[in-house]
């Protein structure tokens, strides 16, 4: 299994308060990645990484910011939270360098109430 | 339309059987092609990459049709163990971004 750790694992957290995922990769791949998996709808998308300090916004990014300062460390941050962010997310890493591959995190449930 | 759409199922299969899922895809300049394996509440993991003149691994065998824009895959004698979400996956062509279907949901029955 690639190694890949996401923290916390579950959090419930109130409306209006900020948030920071943690995905952590012991791999050195390139490509990190953020997604959000709801019911009825494939995983989306959020912010990816390809590289140390360069990021860019993925299908649903909005509300979401993203930093990598460390190539195996990368962190999302609800600057405040909404319901409508309650999900399951997951951290991946990918190798790039023409491969698509990409590989998950364990993930993190995310509750906002 | 979707660009990646799959039928939600589920399909629910006696152990044992032939089992088979399309999945279409709209950008008719994607390249790069996967199938991944979902368990309840755990995370995706990659089950095969699908290449154009199609390939097998073990009882899996997956089909590439770029004509009509759809992947498929099939499972031979289903095991009790092949039950979980199947997600298509497809790239977009630039900065190794995919595309993910919302995965069909296979039980395979005693």
């Known amino acids: 299994d690639a190694g890949i750790t996401q923290s916390p694992r579950h959090k419930v957290t109130e409306t209006g308060t900020p948030v920071t995922l943690r995905c952590h990769q012991t791999?050195?791949?390139?490509?990190m990645y953020w997604y959000r998996q709801d019911p009825g709808h494939g995983l989306r998308l959020i912010h990816y990484s390809y590289g140390v300090k360069d990021t860019d916004k993925g299908e649903v990014s909005d509300g979401y910011s993203v930093s990598r300062s460390k190539t195996e460390d990368f962190l999302l941050t609800l600057e405040s939270a909404t319901s409508s962010q309650t999900s399951v997310y997951f951290c991946a890493i990918g190798q790039g360098a023409s491969t698509y591959e990409q590989y998950f995190g364990p993930g993190t449930r995310l509750t906002v109430t | 339309r979707k660009e990646v759409e799959q039928d939600p199922g589920p399909f629910n299969v006696p152990e044992g059987a032939t089992v088979a899922f399309n999945c279409t895809y709209s950008n008719s300049a994607s390249q790069s092609f996967f199938w991944y394996r979902q368990d309840c509440r755990k995370e995706p993991k990659l089950l095969m990459s699908v290449y154009s003149s199609g390939n097998e691994d073990g009882r899996f065998t997956a089909q590439l049709n770029r004509a009509s824009q759809y992947i498929s895959l099939l499972i031979r004698d289903s095991k009790l163990s092949d039950s979980a979400t199947y997600l298509c996956?497809?790239?977009?062509?630039?900065?190794?971004?995919?595309?993910w279907g919302a995965g069909t949901k296979l039980i395979i029955k005693p």
């Open positions: 996956v497809v790239n977009m062509d630039s900065n190794y971004q995919l595309i």
């Open positions: 791999e050195n791949h390139r490509y």
